[in-house]
Structure formats: structure tokens, C-alpha cells
T-cell receptor, first 109, second 117 residues
Framework: GQNIDQPTEMTATEGAIVQINCTYQ??????LFWYQQHAGEAPTFLSY??LDGLEEKGRFSSFLSRSKGYSYLLLKELQMKDSASYLC??????????WGAGTKLIIKP | GAVVSQHPSWVICKSGTSVKIECRSL??????MFWYRQFPKQSLMLMAT?????????EQGVEKDKFLINHASLTLSTLTVTSAHPEDSSFYIC?????????????FGPGTRLTVL
């Protein structure tokens, strides 16, 4: 079956760095997405990786290793507004998104 | 980026009534739209894939007669929750892929919070 695993919850301090890991097993691979979702709101797109390596976008970076079925989202210089759930999703061979359960990130002052 | 709208943002209805939710792609044509449901503190669950001009593809366990999907145009898909019951109370979110984007990103609507009394 298809499976996406990510930690349920993480806590970090304002100004620090946090890494959220995601491992996946899917039938085919057409890219991995990270989305941010604040409580009561729809997800918003953060990043897309389809090739191995690191994609950097401001304070956020995302890494992919296809051979290991592994990705991480790195958040630097954490701000209180970064408190949200972070969803890892993989697009399978049918171009359908398979979603992880999300990681709730709590930022403390 | 591409914009997807949803209407209404929230709705409260009595048990047994039907509720229609609209999803529109505002600045692109979406041949495929997706309907998700999200219960509190849970991840998104794909309900169905809506294809313009053809029948929707429902995920296992989703009742097609209860959740009616119509994708009548390239910019509009509707989800009708028929004979809603309290257990149907949830956050319903639609998304669409812009064929003009290379990265297959799905753009999400703002969601519709349904409360069935």
C-alpha cells in the first residue's frame, strides 16, 4: 500500500531552526510537495521537489532523496506565525496526491 | 499564482437537508478538480476527483449517491451533500491543478465549514 510518515507534533523556539522529516512509500513518484496549513484554513503551497537535492526558498528549504524515499522541510529563523501544521504529500504514478497526516509545529517564545 | 474560490465559506443546516458547495478556478481552466474532507486534527482525505464533462471518480468508502459531484464547466465543480447528517459536519476543501503550471501543484480553495445540526 501507499504510505506517508511524518511526526505528529514538534516544538521549537522562536528564532531557531527546525527540520520536519517525511518518509514515503508510493506506487510511482511524480514529485513531493510540502504545504502549510493554519488551523481552520486551507493548505497553502510551500515547495515542490521532483529531483534529488535541496530547494531553497527564503526561510524555507526542502530536501529530497528518491532512493531513500525521504524528504525534509527545513524552517529557519522561526517566527510565531510559523506555528501551523505542515503536510507532506507525494504525487503517485496516477498523478494523485497521497497525503501524510501532517506535523503540528508549535513555536514557543 | 492560480486562484481557486469556494462558496459558501461556512454553512449550518438541519439534518436531512442538502447542501451545495461550489468550487471555481478564477484565472485558469481546470479539467480536473479534487474534493477533500478534513475532520478536526486529522489530515486531508480525498473524497473524489472531479473531471470536466465526465463522471467523478470516488475514493473507496465515499458514497457517490450521498456526495454528488458535478463538473459542468472548465472553471466550476460542485459538491452536493445530500440528506446531510451531523456526522457529515466537516471542513470540505476543493483543489484544482493548473495545466499551465509545470510542477503539478494543486491550488486549494479556502474551504467550506459545514455544520449539520
Amino acid at each position: 500500500g501507499q504510505n506517508i510518515d511524518q511526526p505528529t507534533e514538534m516544538t521549537a523556539t522562536e528564532g531557531a531552526i527546525v527540520q520536519i522529516n517525511c518518509t514515503y512509500q508510493t506506487s510511482g513518484f511524480n514529485g513531493l510537495f510540502w504545504y502549510q496549513q493554519h488551523a481552520g484554513e486551507a493548505p497553502t503551497f510551500l515547495s515542490y521537489n521532483v529531483l534529488d537535492g535541496l530547494e531553497e526558498k527564503g526561510r524555507f528549504s526542502s530536501f529530497l532523496s528518491r532512493s531513500k524515499g525521504y524528504s525534509y522541510l527545513l524552517l529557519k529563523e522561526l517566527q510565531m506565525k510559523d506555528s501551523a501544521s505542515y503536510l507532506c504529500a507525494v504525487m503517485d504514478s496516477n498523478y494523485q496526491l497521497i497525503w501524510g497526516a501532517g506535523t503540528k509545529l508549535i513555536i514557543k517564545p | 499564482g492560480a486562484v481557486v474560490s469556494q462558496h459558501p465559506s461556512w454553512v449550518i443546516c438541519k439534518s436531512g437537508t442538502s447542501v451545495k458547495i461550489e468550487c471555481r478556478s478564477l484565472d485558469f481552466q481546470a479539467t480536473t478538480m479534487f474534493w477533500y474532507r478534513q475532520f478536526p486534527k486529522q489530515s486531508l482525505m480525498l473524497m473524489a476527483t472531479s473531471n470536466e464533462g465526465s463522471k467523478a471518480t470516488y475514493e473507496q468508502g465515499v458514497e457517490k449517491d450521498k456526495f454528488l459531484i458535478n463538473h459542468a464547466s472548465l472553471t466550476l465543480s460542485t459538491l452536493t451533500v445530500t440528506s446531510a447528517h451531523p456526522e457529515d459536519s466537516s471542513f470540505y476543501i476543493c483543489s484544482a491543478r493548473d495545466p499551465g503550471q509545470e510542477n503539478n501543484e494543486q491550488f486549494f480553495g479556502p474551504g467550506t465549514r459545514l455544520t449539520v445540526l
